[in-house]
């Protein structure tokens, strides 16, 4: 390698001595968490119960913690001034959404401007966040995945710990008997269940395919533990989710061609049963699909959310903001909020579409979509070039499988509160950043590896 690359391999024998010290890992491991479950996991502790933790006057304490995290990134990105301008430069696709979201303020309606005011210092502070964890990744040569799948095991453990001290605090107040643990709703809970699900199968097969030991034990463990938590949270997207993980599992592990075709039917099949799980889609007409609203205790429009999107759609085009949209935070709302009359003929206060592209078609329009859907295209396209075997290739796949599948039914695309949106955006860097490409990254650990075996 030396004879071929020798400037490679100098770059290689420099990073090698470039160690992260306890202060790093702390704030790497802090950020992800406060990026996770937000301030709120502090307040639980404490005892409190309250969904919304305004009503209890203590807004200005969420803020401060968040606040603190933002100045520590910009601290991050501050000592790393080189590093951060060629970041920011780089991600070119990712700056022009946030043009593109910032400028959609404008679109927003008088009365729901300081909400769109809000959301717009969100994005700046979780894209602050993101880019100094970025800087740290690359820095010292930390495998993200490697760090995600440590902080999910750390918030379990803590999770369980919540469900024993504060058991009856941690159900939702709203939606009576579905548990909601240190998160701000049961559906929430769910998504980080999958998510730790996903991230134990990728890193459990990265391992076989480095012919390691596996602690099965601990594996097993966390993954019960998961699951139980989907379990009582009562969220049957996420089961299902759990189902086509692990068929993405043994896709992967599986060796004969014919079993990978049996798996890529049930795949479909699967994709299918989900997709007409209703009779009162008006897009699809599948209404002698054999299924009861007692399968999984859920109705057959997947628990309203139909009417719902197609509610939407029909707002969207009655008041011809097809185009260009709402504006960020343009939509839902209260009084006044253009989604206030579908609240209404629904008897309750949805907050959202229930789907992430429907939700990206009310704030940016058409304009958003074909950009979102752009970017989506050269992040796949990419991630499809990528052969490599490193732990952060095989997380990007079931990630990204489990971001899309997500947003059918729920909405994370580019919401700032949404730690799944954020992960995205930091997968999304890693792909997009030519400076970032994981090829190269793997080369980088894999020559530290040998030179320090």
Request: proline content about 1%.
């Given at each position: 390698m030396r004879s071929v690359y020798p400037k490679r391999d100098f770059f290689l024998r420099q990073k090698k001595s470039t160690k992260p010290n306890l202060s790093v890992l702390l704030l790497i491991h802090l950020q992800l968490i406060n990026i996770i479950t937000g301030p709120d996991i502090i307040l639980k502790f404490l005892g409190f119960r309250y969904?919304?933790?305004?009503?209890?006057?203590?807004?200005w304490f969420t803020f401060s913690i968040n606040f603190l995290f933002i100045l520590l990134g910009v601290f991050v990105l501050l000592n790393n001034k080189a590093k951060s301008l060629k970041l920011i430069l780089e991600v070119k696709k990712i700056g022009f959404f946030l043009v593109l979201i910032f400028l959609s303020s404008f679109l927003v309606l008088e009365n729901l401007f300081e909400q769109s005011l809000n959301l717009i210092f969100l994005t700046i502070g979780y894209s602050i966040k993101i880019c100094s964890l970025i800087i740290l990744f690359d820095k010292y040569?930390?495998?993200?995945?490697?760090?995600?799948?440590?902080?999910?095991?750390?918030?379990?453990?803590?999770?369980?710990?919540?469900?024993?001290?504060?058991?009856?605090n941690g159900f939702s107040t709203t939606l009576i008997g579905r548990y909601q643990s240190v998160f701000n709703q049961p559906n929430t809970l769910g998504q980080?269940?999958?998510?730790?699900?996903?991230?134990?199968?990728?890193?459990r097969l990265f391992i076989s395919r480095r012919n390691k030991k596996f602690n099965n034990y601990s594996f097993f463990f966390f993954l019960l533990t998961a699951i139980a938590f989907v379990i009582i949270s009562q969220s049957?997207?996420?089961?299902?989710l759990i189902i086509l993980i692990v068929l993405m599992y043994f896709f992967y592990?599986?060796?004969?061609?014919?079993?990978?075709?049996?798996?890529?039917?049930?795949?479909?099949?699967?994709?299918?049963?989900?997709?007409?799980?209703?009779?009162?889609?008006?897009?699809?007409?599948?209404?002698?699909?054999?299924?009861?609203?007692?399968n999984f205790n859920r109705d057959l429009t997947l628990t309203g959310r139909t009417q719902i999107w197609r509610d939407v759609l029909d707002k969207v085009q009655f008041d011809d903001k097809t185009l260009?949209?709402?504006?960020?935070?343009?939509?839902w709302g209260k009084t006044g909020a253009p989604s206030s009359k579908i609240d209404n003929a629904l008897f309750a206060e949805i907050g959202q579409s229930h789907n992430g592209m429907i939700d990206l078609y009310t704030q940016y329009g058409l304009v958003g979509i074909s950009l979102f859907v752009y970017i989506l295209f050269t992040i796949l396209k990419k991630l499809s070039k990528l052969k490599s075997n490193s732990a952060?290739?095989?997380?990007?796949?079931?990630?990204?499988?489990?971001?899309?599948?997500?947003?059918?039914?729920?909405?994370?695309?580019?919401?700032?509160?949404?730690?799944?949106?954020?992960?995205?955006?930091?997968?999304?860097?890693?792909?997009l950043n030519p400076k970032y490409l994981l090829e190269f990254r793997k080369a980088i650990l894999n020559a530290i590896n040998i030179s320090q075996s």
């Open positions: 969904d919304d933790v305004a009503e209890i006057g203590l807004g040569n930390i495998e993200f995945s490697s760090i995600l799948l440590k902080v999910l095991k750390i918030l379990m453990i803590v999770m369980l710990v919540y469900l024993v001290i504060f058991f009856g980080f269940s999958s998510l730790a699900i996903a991230t134990l199968f990728s890193d049957f997207t996420n089961f299902l592990v599986l060796k004969n061609k014919m079993l990978h075709v049996l798996l890529l039917i049930s795949i479909a099949l699967f994709s299918f049963f989900f997709f007409t799980n209703s009779k009162d889609l008006s897009f699809l007409s599948f209404s002698d699909v054999n299924v009861t609203s007692s260009c949209g709402y504006g960020i935070g343009g939509f952060q290739v095989i997380f990007l796949n079931f990630f990204f499988v489990l971001f899309l599948f997500n947003n059918l039914v729920e909405s994370s695309y580019l919401q700032p509160k949404n730690f799944l949106n954020i992960i995205f955006i930091l997968n999304t860097i890693y792909i």
